[in-house]
């Protein structure tokens, strides 16, 4: 899954999502000092640039507190 949503009328071109994408999908627009998704089909659904972003314009995928995606849920503690 990938970026399924962003709001350039919410961004403030605070370059957050440039910084924590680990996969460089993200770029920001010398004309007009906002974000862009530059190369969506690199997008791994990690989440960081909808977590990191102040405003809240990147909406990635609905499933992002999906059961057993973290590792410290209460069903693995048994397994550490």
Known sequence: MTIQKFDQNKCTGCGACVEYCTRDVWR???????????Y?????????CEINCPESAIWVHPFRYAPKMWPCDTEYKDHF
């Open 40 to 48: 969506k089909e690199d997008c791994q659904a990690c989440y960081t």
């Open 28 to 38: 920001m627009d010398p004309k007009t000092g906002k974000a862009y998704v530059a």
